[in-house]
C-alpha cells in the first residue's frame, strides 16, 4: 500500500492566514492525489483532484500543487469556515489510502 | 444532484455480523463509469477505504482487511451494501459510502455517515 504522510498534524492560525499543508507519498503517485476538508460530525468533502483541479463549488482560496512524492494544500486567506481537519488521498493505485489528518485550528 | 444515505444498526455483538446499506438518489448505481465505496472513520482517527463495487458489479477490497467485508448491490433498489463478518471492537466506526467517478480514484459524493458500535 502507498502511505500518506501529512504535516503538520496541527496548526494553528487566525482568519486572513495563508496556511500551508504538506502531504508526502511513499512512491510515487504522478498527480493522483486528492485534498479534502471534513467538519465535525460531517463527511469528508472533496476540494481538490489531480493535486489541482479545484472540484466544482469550491473557493478558490484553496489551491493544489505538486507532483510525484510531494504535494501542498494552500489556504490564501483563512476564513471562518476553513477551520476544519484536511486529509489527502493517494489515487495512484488501490486501496485508496489516506493522509492521517491536518487540523486547522483558530488561533 | 446525486445523494447517498446510509443505514443499519447503531450497535453490533462482537463475533456477529454488521450489514449496512446505502440508497442512492439523484443518479443510477448502474450508470457508466461510477464507482460505490465503503470508507470508515474510527472515532478520532482518520479514513480506511474498504473497498468498491463498480457499475458492472465489479468488486475490489482493500487488501489490508483480509477477508471479512463483502460489498453486493441491488440494483433494482438502487442500493449497496457492505456486510462485515465477526466484527471485533476495532471495527467501532463511522462508516461512509461514497461515489467515485470515471476511475475510481476520487470519491467526491458522500453520505452522512452511520456510527456503528461494536459492544457486548
Known amino acids: 500500500d502507498i502511505q500518506m504522510t501529512q504535516s503538520p498534524s496541527s496548526v494553528s492560525a487566525s482568519v486572513g492566514d495563508r496556511v500551508i499543508i504538506t502531504c508526502r507519498a511513499s512512491?510515487?503517485?504522478?498527480?493522483?492525489l486528492a485534498w479534502y476538508q471534513q467538519k465535525p460530525g460531517k463527511a469528508p468533502k472533496l476540494l481538490i483532484y489531480a493535486a489541482s483541479s479545484l472540484q466544482s463549488g469550491v473557493p478558490s482560496r484553496f489551491s493544489g500543487s505538486g507532483s510525484g512524492t510531494d504535494f501542498t494544500l494552500t489556504i490564501s486567506s483563512l476564513q471562518p469556515e476553513d477551520f476544519a481537519t484536511y486529509y489527502c488521498q493517494q489515487a495512484n493505485s488501490f486501496p485508496l489510502t489516506f493522509g492521517g489528518g491536518t487540523r486547522v485550528e483558530i488561533k | 444532484q446525486v445523494q447517498l444515505q446510509e443505514s443499519g444498526p447503531g450497535l453490533v455483538k462482537p463475533s456477529q455480523t454488521l450489514s449496512l446499506t446505502c440508497t442512492v438518489s439523484?443518479?443510477?448505481?448502474?450508470?457508466?463509469?461510477?464507482?460505490w465505496s465503503w470508507i470508515r472513520q474510527p472515532p478520532g482517527k482518520g479514513l480506511e477505504w474498504i473497498g468498491y463495487i463498480s457499475y458492472s458489479g465489479k468488486t475490489y477490497y482493500n487488501p489490508s482487511l483480509k477477508s471479512r467485508f463483502t460489498i453486493s448491490a441491488d440494483t433494482s433498489k438502487n442500493q449497496f451494501s457492505l456486510k462485515v463478518s465477526s466484527v471485533n471492537v476495532a471495527d467501532t466506526a463511522v462508516y461512509y459510502c461514497?461515489?467515485?467517478?470515471?476511475?475510481?480514484?476520487?470519491?467526491?459524493?458522500w453520505g452522512q455517515g452511520t456510527l456503528v458500535t461494536v459492544s457486548s
Open positions: 512512491q510515487g503517485i504522478s498527480s493522483w
Open positions: 461514497a461515489r467515485s467517478y470515471g476511475s475510481g480514484s476520487y470519491p467526491d459524493y
Open positions: 439523484g443518479g443510477s448505481i448502474s450508470s457508466r463509469d461510477s464507482y
